[in-house]
Nanobody, 130 residues
Framework: QVQLVESGGGLVQAGGSLTLSCVVSGRSFSRDDMVWFRQAPGIQGEFVAAIDRLGTDTKYTDSVKGRFTISRDNAKNTLYLQMNSLKAEDSDVYYC???????????????????????WGQGTQVTVSS
């Protein structure tokens, strides 16, 4: 059974930091491309960051560039999202996703599309107070 379990969310003041984790089981994590999305209830989800299976390439939405860092530890089957200089508008439920997108050209084209990922976690709430 494939499971993605996020953790690390919480309440933090604006300007603060949080690190989200996503532990993957039931799959060969080192072969999966990974992604973070965020979504508020009733609002379309937003791509946050993606990382390829080797951890050699990353993508970010413009609003988080320079503040967030996506990384992975294939030995621990864990994906991370380090979030610094948090803003109130970063408040959302954050979800990790996993799948194998194919070669790097396909990853580059489809990594930010939620339909590229079949497996998702249950989400972790991040609330930033202003």
């Amino acid at each position: 059974q494939v499971q993605l379990v996020e953790s690390g969310g919480g309440l933090v003041q604006a300007g603060g930091s949080l690190t989200l984790s996503c532990v993957v089981s039931g799959r060969s994590f080192s072969r999966d491309d990974m992604v973070w999305f965020r979504q508020a209830p009733g609002i379309q989800g937003e791509f946050v960051a993606a990382i390829d299976r080797l951890g050699t390439d990353t993508k970010y939405t413009d609003s988080v560039k320079g503040r967030f860092t996506i990384s992975r530890d294939n030995a621990k089957n864990t994906l991370y999202l380090q979030m610094n200089s948090l803003k109130a508008e970063d408040s959302d439920v954050y979800y990790c996703g996993a799948d194998r997108l194919g070669n790097h050209e396909r990853w580059d084209r489809y990594a930010s599309n939620p339909r590229s990922y079949m497996y998702w976690g249950q989400g972790t709430q991040v609330t930033v107070s202003s």
